[in-house]
């Protein structure tokens, strides 16, 4: 089991910056994926980006309301927690912020279905 707790949101107007924590516990293994993604109001829920609990290799969603070059994802060693910086914040990313872990770890999923464990979600709202 692992269990994943965030932290970080709040309200910020665009342009803004914030950042979200994920703290993990219980079976943080290195080859554990961990993700970020978002769910806006009347919205299915879409990834934003994956990288590894033990760090390295990153994936950020490439879509229409691209987070390339905006969002890092990255571990904190110190806190032992997996960080999503978000900058140059927008209205559209106005949604609720899911930290997730997929177990299997054999690559970085995209998919939710790939995920095994989920945290309670935190709410990040951008006001224009």
């Known amino acids: 089991q692992v269990q994943l707790v965030e932290s970080g949101g709040g309200l910020v107007q665009a342009g803004g910056s914030l950042r979200l924590s994920c703290a993990a516990s219980?079976?943080?293994?290195?080859?554990?994926?961990m993700g970020w993604f978002r769910q806006a109001p009347g919205k299915e829920r879409e990834f934003v980006a994956a990288?590894?609990?033990?760090?390295?290799?990153?994936?950020?969603?490439d879509s229409a309301h691209s987070v390339k070059g905006r969002f890092t994802i990255f571990r904190d060693n110190a806190k032992n927690t997996v960080n999503l910086q978000m900058n140059s914040l927008k209205p559209e990313d106005t949604a609720v912020y899911y930290c997730?872990?997929?177990?299997?770890?054999?690559?970085?999923?995209?998919?939710?279905?790939?995920?095994?464990?989920w945290g309670q979600g935190t709410q990040v709202t951008v006001s224009s």
């Open positions: 997730a872990a997929d177990a299997v770890g054999t690559y970085l999923p995209r998919s939710a279905r790939e995920y095994d464990y």
């Open positions: 219980g079976r943080t293994f290195s080859n554990l994926v």
């Open positions: 990288t590894r609990w033990s760090g390295g290799n990153t994936y950020y969603a």
